[in-house]
């Protein structure tokens, strides 16, 4: 039977797919009418327990409202705003302006289970500003008006320690964003979450219940520079560590202070002559062949025995014996080739051979696994320095030092990995990912969400220009990309002189997008509750046919296009490409590198363009609903099945 939800552009219900999941994993806990029993769930889990009324578990008010919340659709969407992008074209980075609960509903498909890393930066409770009321839905005019296109900003609540809900409306808050924020995690996903004393306990408790307790990794524990004075001077907060599937969760990898490896081989060359090559003390080798033991560079022993030879973490894992004394001559004639590798315990391994006829070289690898739980390297004022060096000032009350971040990238990402930010605040993480970038060579990318807050009328900020916390993100970014572009100039000034300026340029830039109403009216639509459902579908059609007649010229049918193709699970990312094979309508092919569908946005499909699916059925179509007669849909999904889509 149709319902309102069929007509309805929203993103993915998660609570019907997580229903659907069940009846298809376990039918027999279903009535025939396809309602779930709850007396058969309590007794799968135990049946023992099914008349049970006290148990361990974390409760709060409101719990099961933001539970509801975050699995349930948003029928808002994300429009292109190509001005205040930099470098579109050359880039998958994302910032997204708008409240971050909606924006990741609507990211939900698209990046589910894609994202490596998130890190968040979320409200710390302190009992003054509290941004997140979660009061944005499509209804609720206070946010469309003062944020969705306004460019004032949002006003912002507040969470008094008097108001009697003061930790519940915090956890509402954090609960609702972690739960979906966890579907968009890779099995081999961490995330990574600042906060202080006021909410740890809470939020270890909350993470426990959406991560799972056997996810935990580690609470690290920040030395930020940020003191407050009572019976102790407290300088430290804190960030909890959690795994999606800690078991699928690789041990880290971070080069940190001295080791072997630091302190090894150098490679002889004119600037680096045979007297400077230092062996460090304790470092062996020894050869396949040969025995030769010697003592040159500075002095230290050189300990070779036949076979190969592994030094674990810097120490020799077997007993070497000195069997003759080998010349500076003999040992730079020879080949020395090492080799590093992580034993099944953790330890760095590394081993040394000799051959003929070669050079002495040893590659750098990295000197330990282990990030420490106590972080000590960086501080809040770190941070205000960053910020500042790039827009003048700092603007911001202790900014999270993008030093910092990178630590946390550098460790658990690689390559194209994608990092979520979606508390951004002043955009620590985009500048993190860039320069870690930069330095490695790779392209790891960024997805920023910051709600549009005012900033304070009497500040800094407010009086150059940033109106809104956002457009200090969008800034400081931006800024970032110029200053490495310049870097690359100063550089290697012929990759952009010669022809080599989209190589240059990749992955340096982001588009920025904005949270807006729906372009669709029908969302508007109220049911009247005197009426039946098959009464109120019937109304809403013809909702539909009046209130979207002119959907097309009214419009902007790339916003439409950027719309329909989020809620049919699209990354932002996708491109278009008009396909000149139908003559009778404006078809494009829409990508984004994994999904692909052909799309048009005509107020009527004509009928040579319908046969065309008829011989080629294996791809996909959308169209708008209204284009379409009875005939003609009917067709549709005769050809495509479930490839047609009417939006």
């Known amino acids: 039977m149709e319902n309102i939800n069929d007509y309805m552009p929203l993103s993915n219900d998660w609570n019907k797919e997580r229903l659907e999941t069940l009846k298809k994993m376990f039918p027999d806990l279903f009535s025939n009418e396809g309602n779930l029993n709850i007396n058969e769930l309590k007794k799968l889990v135990d049946a023992d327990s099914v008349n049970e009324t006290e148990r361990y578990e974390f409760r709060w008010f409101g719990k099961s409202a933001a539970k509801r919340k975050a699995f349930s659709p948003s029928n808002a969407t994300l429009i292109f705003d190509e001005k205040r992008s930099v470098n579109p074209n050359e880039t998958d980075n994302l910032i997204i302006e708008g409240e971050n609960l909606e924006v990741l509903k609507l990211l939900s498909t698209a990046y ?57 409306n915090w956890l509402n808050m954090i609960y609702s964003r972690l739960l979906i924020a966890r579907q968009l995690l890779r099995e081999d996903g961490v995330i990574f979450i600042s906060i202080d004393d006021i909410e740890i306990t809470h939020l270890r408790k909350l993470c426990n219940e959406v991560f799972g307790e056997e996810n935990f990794v580690s609470n690290l524990i920040w030395k930020s520079g ?37 302190r090894a081989i150098k490679r002889p060359s004119e600037k680096n002559p045979v007297s400077q090559i230092n062996f460090p003390k304790g470092m062996d080798f020894e050869c396949e062949d040969k025995i030769f033991p010697s003592e040159f560079g500075n002095g230290e022993p050189i300990k070779v025995v036949n076979g190969v030879f592994e030094a674990k973490d810097g120490k020799l894992a077997n007993d070497v014996t000195l069997e003759a004394a080998w010349t500076m001559k003999d040992m730079i004639e020879s080949w020395i080739d090492g080799e590093t590798v992580i034993d099944q315990k953790g330890q760095i391994v590394t081993r040394f051979f000799f051959k ?24 809040t004022k770190n941070g ?58 790779k392209n790891r990318k960024f997805i920023l969400v910051q709600i549009p807050e005012l900033t304070d009328k009497k500040s800094d900020a407010f009086k150059d220009g940033f109106k809104k916390i956002s457009d200090i993100t969008i800034e400081r970014n931006k800024r970032v990309v110029e200053k490495i572009i310049e870097e690359k100039k100063k550089e290697q000034p012929d990759l952009f002189t010669n022809g080599h300026k989209e190589d240059a340029l990749k992955g340096l830039g982001f588009k920025v997008f904005k949270l807006v109403k729906s372009n669709f009216p029908r969302v508007e639509f109220a049911p009247d509750p005197e009426k039946s459902t098959e009464e109120n579908v019937e109304l809403l059609k013809k909702y539909i046919r009046d209130k979207e007649a002119q959907l097309i010229t009214a419009f902007n049918r790339d916003e439409l296009v950027t719309e329909i193709l989020i809620k049919n699970g699209f990354t932002l990312n996708y491109t278009l490409t008009k396909q000149d094979e139908f003559k009778k309508n404006e078809i494009f092919f829409a990508t984004d590198g994994e999904k692909e569908t052909l799309i048009c946005l005509d107020i009527s499909i004509d009928m040579e363009t319908v046969e065309h699916f008829k011989k080629h059925n294996t791809q996909k179509f959308i169209c708008l609903e209204r284009a379409l007669d009875t005939t003609k849909k009917w067709n549709l999904k005769h050809y495509l099945g479930d490839k047609f889509n009417a939006f």
């Not at 609720?140 to 609540?157: F, M, P, S, T």
């Not at 804190?238 to 630091?262: H, R």
């Not at 003929?356 to 501080?379: A, F, M, R, W």
């Open 384 to 441: 205000t320095n960053a910020l500042k060096a790039l827009l003048g000032k700092p603007y911001f009350d202790f900014p999270k030092p993008p030093a910092l971040l990178r630590h946390f990238y550098e460790v658990v990402t690689d390559e194209e990995d994608i990092v979520l930010d979606f508390f951004a605040g002043s955009g620590s993480t985009g500048e993190a990912v860039l320069e870690l970038n930069k330095d490695e060579l």
């Open 356 to 379: 003929d006829n070669g050079v002495l070289q040893y590659e750098k690898e990295k000197g330990t696994i282990h990030p420490k739980s106590i972080i000590v390297d960086y501080s």
């Open 112 to 168: 589910r289970e894609k994202i490596k890393c998130i890190y968040i930066d979320p409200p710390y409770n302190t009992g003054k500003d509290f941004v997140y009321s979660d009061n944005y839905s499509q209804d609720k005019r206070a946010y469309w008006e003062d944020a969705g296109v306004i460019e004032e900003g949002l006003k912002i609540d507040t969470n008094t320690e008097t108001d009697g809900r003061y930790h519940s």
């Open 226 to 262: 940020r003191t407050a004075a009572s019976h102790f001077t407290n300088e430290h907060e804190y960030i909890l560590c959690f795994a999606k599937n800690k078991t699928e969760l690789p041990l880290f990898k971070f080069e940190g202070e001295e080791s072997i490896s630091d």
